[in-house]
Every structure is written in C-alpha cells, then in structure tokens.
C-alpha cells in the first residue's frame, strides 16, 4: 500500500485480458519470485526497467524519468521538484545512463548502470 509504484507493478506482472490489471495466482507467483532475494539482478533489473517505462514503449524519456521522479518524491505540492529542479535532475540522469546520447534510457543502458549500484537488488522498487 505505501509502494508508490503499487498500480505499475500490477500492471507490469498482470497477464488478465481485461486490461483491469487483475492479477492471477500465477501472477502473484510470479512477482514474488521476482521479488525474492534469489532473483539475479538481471531478472530484477527487467522488472523494474518495465515498471518505469510508464509509456511502454521500450525506453525510458524525458517524460517516463519525470514520472518516476514524482513517483519516488511524492505527489504533494510540498514535495514536487520546481521545473528547474526536475530539468536538471532529468539531465543529471541522462548524463549518467544514456550511453548511446539519443535522449532515452533503453534496457541495456538501465542494466548497465544498475550493474554499478550493487545495492539495487537490495533497495530496489521490488521490495
């Protein structure tokens, strides 16, 4: 319930036709074993690389890392970075994780940066 992600990873690990992102038994199974301490960080890198990509489009831009940004921040007016703030924290991020400088973060260049954090698995959006 706190998990700002909460409807993303629903979602994400759906497989209902409804599109009410219900989630089956095998779904549920299937988060949780994502969520596990025995998944690779691979698995968990996927995972949480699709629940940010709000658009679905395969790349995470300039609108997908403002959402994620809100998401991890609060949604309050007291809270909320200015849109200065927000720009230069969008930017900072780019500078870091868009290897191939086209504007977007794809699953490999996530991935990579991931691989230098090596207390995502551990503190990641799938806990």
Known sequence: QANPFQHRICHVF???????????????LDMLSVFSDSATSDIKSYYAFRIFDFDEDGTLDRKDLENLVNCLTGQGEESRLSTVEMEQLIQNIL???????????????????V???????????LQ
């Open 14 to 28: 759906s497989t209902s036709d409804d599109g009410d992102d219900s989630m089956s038994f095998e779904d549920f």
């Open 95 to 113: 500078e870091e994780s868009d290897i191939d400088k086209d504007g977007t973060i794809n699953l490999s260049e996530f991935q990579h940066v």
């Open 115 to 125: 691989s230098r954090s090596p207390d995502f698995a551990r503190y990641s959006v």
